[in-house]
């Protein structure tokens, strides 16, 4: 006879909101803190983090000057990508006996190229109840001011530190036609806008999103030709915090061979690359030395 089973998230949020001290399962909470505006805080996240167990932070010192500013005292924890492998089982083994605790980073939601993935992933695998407590977001953030499509968009986060890296994985980016949103470090932002233009092209559309929420926030939509003049002379656009939202590449779509890479891996296992260029193009149409030269790409030769 089948029995029905609480969901695990309705467990979370019922003893989070519970002062019984003999609650056998722990909940991992994952919190999103302001990116910015402390005010942005919502007042499900203030609630959480006073009740939870423990808080793991990305830094404890940057997290330390947002919770006192609520009047948060709970115990904070280290958890960053430095000392994950340690802390992870141990705060699994605090889950596992009933403890609850919050998941933050230094802004935002967590995870979002933020420490945490394996925390979350193993709170999984040892069957612990994990439950989202939402808020503020860069990329989401951006991407509603930036004024691009927004039905359809890849977050991509940081490219590559190296020119080479960088320019390789632009180059596999060139085609996709949703719109694509970056972070960028401010030491490099110069340097990723102009390898951008020189492979997405000049006239790309393209909205800066800089310090987002905060005094000098910066919300300018241009083409990344511009782009790349406009942060090249201002020194002050090469500081905080940077999301580019880039448009689409709609050009020529159908003639796009970025659009085949599933049928040319798949040749490829078979195949050597001229042959499996060569029997794309009779396939989809589109010229040889094109598909070709996006074989090399894909394949990193």
């Not at 001290?21 to 909940?27: L, V």
């Not at 490219?159 to 320019?167: D, E, M, Q, S, Y």
Request: charged share 20%.
């Amino acid at each position: 006879m089948l029995q029905s089973v609480a969901n695990p998230h309705t467990v979370c949020r019922s003893m989070l909101n519970s002062t019984s001290s003999d609650a056998s399962q722990g909940c991992l909470y994952v919190v999103a803190t302001p990116i910015g505006n402390l005010n942005d805080i919502t007042s499900h996240a203030i609630d959480t983090l006073k009740q939870v167990d423990i808080i793991a932070c990305e830094d404890t010192r940057t997290s330390g000057k947002l919770l006192s500013n609520f009047g948060i005292d709970t115990q904070t924890w280290a958890y960053h990508e430095h000392n994950s492998a340690v802390q992870t089982p141990k705060l699994i083994e605090m889950l596992q006996t009933g403890k609850r605790i919050a998941l933050i980073s230094d802004a935002g939601t967590p995870l979002v190229s933020d420490p945490g993935y394996q925390l979350v992933q193993a709170a999984h695998e040892a069957d612990v109840s994990v439950s989202p407590v939402v808020g503020a977001c860069a990329a989401i953030a951006a991407l509603s001011v930036a004024g691009l499509p927004s039905d359809k968009f890849s977050f991509i986060g940081f490219l590559p530190a190296k020119t080479h890296g960088r320019v390789k994985q632009l180059e596999a980016l060139k085609g996709r036609q949703e719109t694509l949103i970056f972070y960028e470090a401010p030491h490099r932002i110069v340097a990723s806008v102009t390898d951008m233009t020189q492979v997405f092209g000049a006239q790309r559309a393209v909205t800066l999103c800089r310090e987002l929420t905060k005094t000098f926030e910066t919300v300018h939509k241009t083409t990344l030709g511009e782009l790349a003049e406009f942060v090249a002379d201002d020194p002050n656009q090469q500081k905080g915090e940077i999301v580019l939202v880039v448009a689409g590449n709609t050009a020529n779509a159908d003639d796009d061979p970025s659009q085949h890479d599933v049928l040319l891996l798949r040749l490829l296992e078979d195949l050597p690359i001229k042959k499996a260029a060569r029997l794309a193009s009779d396939i989809t149409g589109i010229k040889k030395n094109a598909l070709y030269e996006r074989t090399l790409v894909i394949t990193g030769d």
